[in-house]
Nanobody, 126 residues
Framework: QVQLVESGGGLVQAGGSLRLACVAS????????????INWYRQGPGKARELVAS???????AYADSVKGRFTISRDHPTKTVSLQMNSLKPEDTATYYC????????????????WGQGTQVTVSS
């Protein structure tokens, strides 16, 4: 069963914009979406996976220095969707982008782990 599905990737010229979406599905998220911090990671060619942006259940957002002022993360509970708006894209943003659901520590009663999506490819041409 797929729990997180990313979409919105594609090919864009430098300076352009893309909006990625991560949709949570399954019985776990039907009831407990609100206990998860949602993260966007990316992994470029020959590079390690890195954290790009996070949003908590409060919600409070945080960003990597490399994307501050350009990317915006948001979450919508009715649709169980987390979005990543990416503006002023640069070639170095080229990567596969993954969303990740991480149960927050205050929800200690939740005994299962988090989830990962399959990824969506973003390619930025120079």
């Amino acid at each position: 069963q797929v729990q997180l599905v990313e979409s919105g990737g594609g090919l864009v010229q430098a300076g352009g914009s893309l909006r990625l979406a991560c949709v949570a599905s399954g019985s776990t998220f039907d009831s407990f979406f609100s206990i998860f911090t949602i993260n966007w990671y990316r992994q470029g060619p020959g590079k390690a996976r890195e954290l790009v942006a996070s949003i908590t259940s409060v919600p409070v957002a945080a960003y990597a220095d490399s994307v501050k002022g350009r990317f915006t993360i948001s979450r919508d509970h009715p649709t169980k969707t987390v979005s990543l708006q990416m503006n002023s894209l640069k070639p170095e943003d080229t990567a596969t982008y993954y969303c990740n659901a991480e149960p927050e520590s205050w929800a200690s009663w939740y005994r299962s782990g988090g989830s990962w999506g399959q990824g969506t490819q973003v390619t930025v041409s120079s």
